[in-house]
């Protein structure tokens, strides 16, 4: 059975920091591309960050891009989300994603 469990989310002020955590278990965590996707309230689904199997090629959205990092480590089956100078519009709940699987979200929120 696929398992995505994330942590990391919390509260922060703008301009803080907060790094996701992704632990995956029930498949081959090396073998799969992975990937951060956000919904904030009201709004659809956003591909946030993505990362190949070997993480040679990585993927983000223009909305972050230079302030998220995303990697993985296969030895620990875990995937990361640093996210850097946080901004109210990146509340959201994020997701860990491998093709149909989600994991359950963890809330962020962006706020004075």
């Known amino acids: 059975e696929v398992q995505l469990v994330e942590s990391g989310g919390g509260l922060v002020e703008p301009g803080g920091s907060l790094k996701l955590s992704c632990t995956a278990s029930g498949f081959t965590f090396g073998h799969y591309g992975m990937s951060w996707v956000r919904q904030a309230p009201g709004k659809g689904r956003e591909l946030v960050a993505a990362?190949?199997?070997?993480?040679?090629?990585?993927y983000y959205a223009d909305s972050v891009k230079g302030r998220f990092t995303i990697s993985r480590d296969n030895a620990k089956n875990t995937l990361s989300l640093e996210m850097n100078s946080l901004k109210p519009e990146d509340t959201a709940v994020y997701y860990c994603?491998?093709?149909?699987?989600w994991g359950q979200g963890t809330q962020v929120t962006v706020s004075s």
């Open positions: 990362i190949s199997t070997g993480s040679s090629k990585v």
């Open positions: 994603r491998i093709g149909a699987y």
